[in-house]
């Protein structure tokens, strides 16, 4: 990634997270508007980032570790001012870029030369699957933001600036990202199956990170049945959301570096 | 009858949620043994890791190969029937079930295709020679007919040199500083932070030095001992050294400071493999039917039959290994795939917003 561009994302975030905790302790609504404000630019030049390696290596930057996390920040900042926006909600961008932040610090650290893609990379589906895959977790990991704040909060009478008691909002969050997230993970091993045929001719092989994602599916199915059939809300349904979490993050990180598979060239 | 069966209690137990929840998370903790414990290594791998009695304990339950294990397949098969059960029982196409009717049947669909994938592929090898013609293929030890023949005319490997820079590691033992500098002779570096300068007098592919004049010269022009000739000034004073790539530990000359330690990269060239291809002709009854580079992702199908490029043998260029796949349970598969996300997408997005303009 450019490092002039890197740099501008990362002051960016930061400067959101400022304004964001500003926002929240002083309850100046102005501040959170201007938070908005910085995160969306910083997310422009998130993007542009992203596009200017896409342009230099001739190929999507999505291959190895350092890249995926590029990606993973960017679609978490994406997914969240449209939560924002949609539910009208600040408190958890505090949170939030603080995870950007951390997930672009770890990138810093890690290889960034551009290599090659290898052959069984080499596919338009490469982009799809990736994308679907990380879009899906971002929004895994803002309702996992969102229920842990809702765990920390469940007790005390909590008021968002309108007035909406916060407990409520956050729990709706949590359900809305979830079954967002759901879908995106869905696509996620759908895509990866019709792209593994197309490239080995099977569909599926127990690969470990096929596994794991296949666990991660089970536990959000887990969620939502007991969230729809048997009323697990809130406490309960928070406590499900952080293990599905949990899950999404070894099958991301985990996986690659403890266990042995097709995916492991993600280093 | 068909009220005896539905109130009857198995059936009941069978399309239960309860169930439903108990077969998620069973299969969820095989699931994880299965990534956990390495699936079908060699009987040493687990004896070393695991000891004797507990590989007793894995074969007696298949633990070595979960995913084929009897119990695990019924466990798989209970979870389709339940599902399948479960969807009949709340089966309606109301505006508020219908999403949830695709999703559950979908499911059903998909694994009713994996066993058909299961009980109806063929999945097997065929090494072809560039000019050679194949209408059989290998599954482990038995061949197989195709009914038709398959001609490699071409096998094409691409490559890319990528060459790296050698480079000069300059590290200071007492001070956390490591900087690295491009070979270039003669060009003066000062290093940052320090007082050092710097300055890289010879190159010499080859090394090696005459006893008795201590005179150095190459012996080739291939890089088989490569060394450069370092003249650093520090503080201390001045001195000129030799490093080699070969043998880091080496440094032949006077040092100008202890305090430095100087590590010489040589970094040959790289070969990327970035795709291989093979160019397959088809003849059926004698005639061409098909031609079709294939390569990695991009397969050539005739009749049920999908040819994958594989593999290919470094060592002899004009071979190509094969992957033949004939799967009837695909189509079935991705049906399921639309199916649940037709569903999902309808009551997730589609019912909310429908409700809404409704009210």
Redesign the interface.
């Known amino acids: 990634m450019n490092t002039l561009l890197f740099n501008i994302t990362l002051v960016s975030y930061m400067l959101a997270l400022i304004f964001y905790a500003v926002c929240a302790i002083f309850k100046k609504e102005g501040l959170g508007l201007f938070a908005r404000g910085i995160l969306i630019l910083g997310l422009f030049n998130h993007t542009a980032a992203i596009f200017v390696r896409w342009v230099a290596a001739g190929r999507p930057p999505f291959s190895n570790m350092y890249e995926s996390l590029i990606i993973f920040s960017w679609a978490l900042i994406l997914i969240y001012l449209i939560v924002e926006i949609i539910y009208r909600i600040r408190i958890l961008g505090i949170f939030v870029s603080i995870l950007a932040l951390l997930i672009l610090a770890s990138a810093s650290g890690l290889d960034s030369s551009i ?2 893609l ?3 990379l ?2 338009n ?1 490469l982009v799809i699957h990736v994308l679907v895959c990380f879009i899906g977790y971002a929004a895994f990991a803002i309702s996992f933001v969102s229920s842990i704040m809702y765990l920390i909060l469940y007790k005390r009478e909590a008021f968002e600036p309108g007035g909406r008691p916060l407990n409520t909002s956050l729990d709706t969050i949590t359900y809305k990202t979830i ?2 997230g ?2 995106f993970l ?2 996620g091993i ?1 895509t990866g ?3 593994a ?8 092989g ?1 690969d ?1 990170k096929e ?2 994602a ?2 991660t599916w ?2 959000y ?2 969620y939502l ?2 969230r729809m ?2 009323g697990w809300k809130e406490v309960k349904g928070a406590w499900v959301a952080i293990l599905g979490f949990l899950a999404v993050i070894f099958t991301y990180i985990g ?1 690659n570096y403890l ?2 598979g097709l995916h492991s060239y993600i280093k | 009858m068909k009220h005896k069966i539905i109130n009857s209690p198995l059936f009941k137990f069978i399309s239960s949620v309860k169930l439903f929840i108990f077969l998620c998370v069973i299969i969820t903790l095989a699931l994880v043994l299965g990534t956990v414990i390495l699936q079908n290594a060699p009987p040493n791998h687990y004896l070393a890791k695991y000891g004797k009695a507990t590989y007793e304990l894995f074969k007696s339950f298949k633990l070595t190969d979960i995913y084929r294990a009897w119990w695990f397949i019924a466990l798989l098969f209970l979870l389709a029937f339940n599902i399948f059960t479960c969807a009949l029982k709340k089966f309606s196409l109301s505006l508020n079930r219908i999403g949830s009717t695709f999703i559950h049947f979908g499911i059903v669909i998909i694994l009713a295709g994996a066993a058909v994938s299961a009980i109806g592929s063929e999945r097997g090898l065929m090494g072809l020679r560039e000019g050679e013609s194949k209408d059989t293929f290998s599954i482990g030890h038995t061949q197989k007919k195709l009914g038709f023949k398959l001609y490699l005319k071409d096998f094409i490997l691409e490559e890319e040199n990528s060459f790296y820079r050698d480079k000069l590691i300059v590290e200071f033992q007492d001070r956390d500083i490591t900087v690295d500098f491009p070979i270039n002779l003669n060009k003066e570096y000062n290093i940052e932070d320090s007082s050092y300068q710097l300055k890289i007098l010879r190159y010499i592919p080859d090394f090696s030095m005459d006893i008795t004049t201590k005179e150095v010269f190459s012996k080739s022009d291939q890089p088989h001992n490569p060394a450069i000739e370092v003249e650093v000034v520090s503080p201390a004073g001045e001195g000129r050294q030799w490093v080699f790539a070969k043998f880091p530990g080496i440094n032949m000359g006077n040092k100008a400071s202890t305090n430095l330690k100087l590590t010489y990269v040589h970094q040959t060239l790289s070969t990327n493999i970035i795709d291989f291809k093979s160019k397959l002709v088809i003849f059926d009854n004698g005639e061409i039917v098909k031609t079709k580079t294939i390569e990695v992702n991009d397969p050539l199908q005739y009749k049920g039959y999908t040819f994958y490029q594989a593999d290919y043998n470094p060592d002899d260029l004009t071979w190509t290994g094969i992957q033949v796949v004939k799967d009837p349970g695909v189509p079935l598969v991705y049906a399921g795939f639309c199916t649940f996300i037709l569903g999902l997408l309808f009551t997730f997005y589609g019912k909310p917003f429908l409700n809404k303009k409704g009210r």
Do not use: D
């Open positions: 290599k090659p290898m052959p069984a080499q596919s589906w079954t967002f759901f879908l869905t696509l759908i199956a019709v792209w045929n197309r490239a080995w001719g099977r569909y599926w127990w470990p596994t794991w296949l666990i089970f536990i199915a887990f049945h007991m059939l048997k996986v266990l042995p």
